[in-house]
């Protein structure tokens, strides 16, 4: 009996160690120099090199407050929300910062926040991009019970990420 729950034991625990994703990776190339790759943490934005890009639009974006308050009327923090993005694009490095002040600001939980980073062919290492069909970046993908209710792709059409979030989540 000891002998079957050990094996047990050790079969638990190998299935554990094979399932799990790899996050924060950071690859360094020679022709682009330093960049996120698959699944990350907002902490990776407030390291260099990717600091001052995140800081600069964070800090310099004026929230529609109004806009802010009535997101947090619609409960925004029971949606899910993904977001590809590329470290080396120039919309991410605007509106991605831009997204995490509206949702600092709305008090958004980052555990239902999940960020992927994509190289310049759109692709992450585990090929989440194929599933929600990214072509551009950034997107950012609101999910309601794991289905997609909508999304931003590049750049807001009502010009504020804040608006068109509460478009999508008053439909």
Not at 49 to 78: F, G, Q, R, V
Request: net charge positive; glycine share 4%; aromatic share 8%.
């Amino acid at each position: 009996m000891k002998k079957i729950i050990a094996l047990i034991v050790l079969v638990m625990t190998l299935n554990s160690c094979a399932e799990k994703v790899v996050i924060n990776r950071e690859v360094d190339t020679t022709e682009y120099g330093k960049m996120l790759l698959g699944a990350q943490s907002l902490n990776q934005f407030k390291k260099e090199p990717y600091k001052p890009w995140y800081n600069e639009s964070y800090n310099i974006y004026p929230t529609d407050k109004p806009t802010i308050s009535e997101l947090k009327k619609a409960k925004i923090n029971s949606y899910n929300i993904t977001v590809f993005l590329g470290t080396w694009c120039g919309d991410s490095h605007k509106n991605f910062p831009r997204l995490m002040k509206i949702l600092d600001e709305t008090k958004f939980p980052e555990s239902k926040l999940h960020i992927i980073a994509v190289n310049r062919k759109k692709q992450s290492p585990n090929g989440e991009e194929v599933k929600y069909n990214i072509t551009k970046v950034p997107t950012i993908i609101v999910q309601k019970y794991g289905k997609e209710i909508g999304r931003i792709t590049e750049e807001p059409e009502s010009g504020y990420i804040e608006k068109d979030l509460l478009q999508i989540i008053k439909k």
